[in-house]
């Protein structure tokens, strides 16, 4: 899963949504689906141009995090009868 801190580094420079959108010269609704992490195909210069925006790396934007696989409580431990 990809993990979007865009909430984050608006908050630190203050910025709303239509604001970021104005200084990126991107949609309002890219912004959006990033900041509610429901984008599902945001073009690269579109990235690029937030970051440059808000003077940060693309590794500080979006971050991998593993999904945890599903806990399954009512399977029996190994040896048990």
């Known amino acids: 899963m990809v993990r979007c801190h865009l909430v984050e580094l ?9 604001e970021l959108a104005r ?19 945001v073009d ?11 003077g940060c790396g693309l590794g500080d934007l979006l971050e991998i995090v593993p999904d945890e696989p599903p ?3 009512n399977l029996p431990t190994a040896g048990a009868t």
């Open 44 to 54: 690269l210069a579109a990235l690029e141009r937030i970051c440059t925006a808000l």
């Open 10 to 18: 608006m908050r630190r420079h203050q910025l709303k949504t239509t």
């Open 71 to 73: 806990q399954n409580d």
């Open 23 to 41: 200084l990126a010269h991107v949609n309002r609704s890219t912004v959006a689906a990033l900041t509610r992490d429901r984008a599902t195909r």
